[in-house]
């Protein structure tokens, strides 16, 4: 992770023990791989750096890529073929997740309509939603309409993994509602298996 000095806060990693040239490390971190396009997407990969700190929260089962992309079950075209996979709906990841014995929550609307753009500057309801799950460790699926020119069909996924706070950041005091914590989130860090982790 970036230093934590910074008011950054990664609270979606866990302690791994790497063993290098026979020294035995522990490293807080969160499991990273890339998408490889025909057992696991964007998708796929997300659930698998999100199922690693679950495991370590819930005790849910491990799963390698191609056990979540079988537990998302028919492809998205409903061919029958569940390999090569071409990335899975939001049906399908829910289904991935429920196989692990956990149930998954869908936000839709964290964003307001005509809000073409994730600007962090005025987006209170996003952030606090990431800010209470990722506060619990727990961390977020969050899928984005990418430009054309980063990824062929605009959908991507990402695993929110983090956020940075900004401290003195100019908070709206004149209306009515009520400032938040959350209102301070300037960063989210995420693992991007397209661009890498945090």
């Known amino acids: 992770t970036y230093d934590s000095k910074l008011n950054r806060y990664y609270s979606a990693t866990k302690f791994y ?15 990273y791989q890339e998408q490889d396009g025909i057992i696991s997407n964007c998708s796929t990969s997300s659930i698998r750096f999100a199922n690693q700190k679950l495991n370590q929260l819930f005790q849910t089962p491990i799963l390698a890529p191609s056990e979540i992309t ?7 075209n409903k061919t029958g073929k569940t390999f090569p996979s071409y990335g899975l709906d939001i049906d399908q990841i829910c289904s991935a997740i429920n196989s692990t014995g956990l149930v998954s929550e869908v936000r839709t609307e964290l ?18 939603f990431v800010y209470s799950y990722l506060r619990m460790g727990i961390p977020i699926l969050l899928g984005l309409e990418a430009e054309e020119d980063i990824i062929d069909d605009n959908l991507h996924m990402v695993t929110l993994t983090g ?4 401290r003195g950041l100019s908070i709206d ?3 009515l509602e009520i400032n938040l914590i959350s ?4 960063r989210f860090y995420c693992h991007d298996d397209q661009c890498g982790p945090f």
């Open 183 to 186: 209102d301070q989130i300037s």
């Open 111 to 128: 964003l307001p309509i005509d809000q073409s753009f994730l600007d962090l500057t005025d987006s209170k309801y996003l952030k606090s």
């Open 173 to 175: 005091s004149s209306n």
């Open 163 to 166: 956020y940075r706070f900004e």
């Open 70 to 76: 079988l537990a998302a079950g028919d492809d998205v």
């Open 17 to 31: 023990e790497v063993n290098l040239f026979g020294k035995k490390l522990k490293l807080n971190s969160l499991i």
